[in-house]
């Protein structure tokens, strides 16, 4: 007999629709699975084999053949358990093979027929909405996943019988119903109020959350670096609807989705470790998965002694704070994953670091600052917006009893600064300035007579690229949105040129 029904994979961040069709004839007792199954999908015979024993069904000893369709693509997810234990229950006559046909299954299956969940669930259950297939059977780890999809009806049975038992109308099973999730920014987020003193970074890392810039700060160890990039976040504005469900299909197929968790609502902070290799920074794996500059979309990367990063792991970031995104070719596949992030990186001026100090003397020489600067290259130093030299505290900023301007006073001007962004950019589809194309600046970026003459002669003193040229600009128009400016001054190009041109002669 014959019998077909539905479940889905993921390639890249989307979810695909997989026909799984079941054959089942005379013959000498054989299990095969055909259309390109990778290694958890072959091992699928085996745990869908004892799934059955176990709930009390039969398994046919009989010739079973199962085709995944379409055949052309490799398929890789454990989720495609549930469907073939379905089919090959339709096709032996224990299910009504029209019945099956009408609903998606995504699952695992454990040995004793109970249901797993799986990673990637939220873009399979987007897609199986698209498809017109609106009720779906998930494990009940994945309901959160598939509860956040409007339109969709959701089975959550805990064992393989129990969808059985439903299918056959021996047992009801209800509908799950949306769940309200409350997510808001956490409470012991590190705040910009524990910062002393460094007012000028605190300045130059506000513009950057205004605008979505990358930032590079150089200084020497124990001026704050890592404690002002680790308060980033807490004056980030609040992520859209859409940049939330971005980033929550991308932490679904990266298995990081906590259970009983809707949206992600806070924007990512990625830290990686500076021995992670190239294809942990930007993904990849015979089927690509994302990386690091993928999980930080919509967030942050930070990225911590920039020079001990390998220099195929640095170059690799060229394309994504370029483009937004990073294209991974494989021979089986050639993906887009999206990666509009801010980078965030920190440096020692030297290899000891005391060479910006005014309480410690340099023990580097000459060429041991030329090795140690020339890891960062000049095409990648060209893509960060923003350079600016941490120097080390004085006693009297440590010991000042002063108040301190706290992160959410920041982020009330951060927040201003962005809604003018997006009321602008929105015919475009973008979110902030850090995203404007060339094209983009002539429209939305007015410069006054005076700021045109301040940035010919810089770009002319200071032989800046075009990208570098561009980037000003972009900053230029940041700091005139936080002051609620709708052309660019002089003022904020010499503020911008000023942030640009403090890279504290790396090259």
């Not at 020079?307 to 494989?330: C, H, M, N, W, Y």
């Not at 920041?410 to 902030?432: H, M, P, S, T, Y």
């Not at 032989?463 to 400016?485: E, P």
């Amino acid at each position: 007999m014959f019998a077909q029904t539905y479940g889905s994979t993921t390639l890249g961040l989307n979810g695909v629709l997989i026909n799984v069709e079941v054959d089942i004839t005379n013959g000498i007792p054989a299990l095969d699975i055909v259309g390109l199954p990778d290694t958890a999908v072959r091992e699928s015979r085996e745990r869908v084999r004892a799934a059955i024993k176990n709930a009390g069904l039969e398994f046919p000893t009989r010739r079973i053949t199962i085709n995944l369709a379409p055949a052309d693509m490799k398929k890789d997810s454990s989720g495609l358990d549930l469907p073939i234990a379905i089919g090959i229950l339709a096709a032996s006559g224990q299910l009504d093979a029209e019945i099956v046909k009408k609903y998606i299954f995504i699952s695992e299956l454990s040995l004793e027929g109970k249901l797993r969940g799986i990673t990637g669930l939220l873009p399979m259950a987007i897609n199986s909405l698209h498809q017109n297939m609106t009720t779906v059977f998930v494990a009940p780890d994945n309901v959160h996943e598939a509860l956040l999809v409007e339109g969709l009806t959701v089975f959550a049975p805990s064992s393989l019988l129990e969808v059985v038992l439903f299918l056959k109308g021996e047992q009801d099973l209800s509908p799950l119903a949306k769940v309200s999730y409350e997510e808001n920014r956490a409470n012991d987020e590190a705040d910009f109020a524990d910062v002393q003193g460094q007012f000028a970074a605190k300045r130059a890392l506000e513009i950057a959350a205004a605008g979505g810039h990358n930032v590079l700060m150089v200084g020497p160890p124990g001026s704050g670096k890592t404690m002002l990039a680790r308060r980033i976040n807490s004056i980030l504005p609040t992520m859209s609807n859409q940049e939330a469900l971005e980033i929550t299909k991308i932490y679904s197929i990266a298995g990081l989705l906590t259970n009983n968790a809707g949206l992600v609502k806070n924007r990512p902070f990625r830290s990686p470790h500076h021995t992670i290799s190239d294809a942990g920074m930007i993904g990849g794996g015979r089927i690509p998965r994302p990386g690091e500059v993928t999980l930080s979309h919509n967030g942050v990367l930070f990225l911590d002694e920039l020079p001990e990063f390998s220099k195929g792991a640095l170059e690799v970031l060229r394309q994504p704070l370029e483009d937004g995104q990073v294209t991974i070719s494989r021979v089986n596949a050639s993906l887009s994953f999206p990666a509009k992030l801010m980078l965030i990186a920190s440096m020692n001026p030297c290899p000891c670091g005391f060479l910006t100090d005014s309480s410690n003397q340099c023990s580097c020489s000459p060429n041991d600052i030329r090795r140690y600067t020339k890891k960062i290259s000049g095409p990648l130093l060209d893509r960060i917006d923003i350079h600016m030299h941490v120097p080390r505290l004085d006693y009297s900023d440590l010991s000042c009893d002063k108040p301190v301007e706290s992160s959410a006073a920041i982020r009330e001007r951060v927040e201003e600064a962005r809604l003018r962004q997006r009321n602008r950019l929105a015919k475009f589809g973008l979110f902030c300035n850090a995203q404007m194309g060339h094209k983009n600046l002539k429209s939305t970026c007015p410069l006054t007579a005076e700021a045109q003459y301040l940035l010919k002669q810089a770009y002319t003193k200071m032989n800046l690229s075009a990208r570098s040229y561009d980037r000003i600009i972009k900053v230029g128009r940041t700091i005139a949105d936080l002051t609620q400016s709708e052309k660019i001054t002089d003022i904020h190009i010499a503020e911008a040129i000023q942030l640009r041109s403090n890279n504290c002669n790396l090259h």
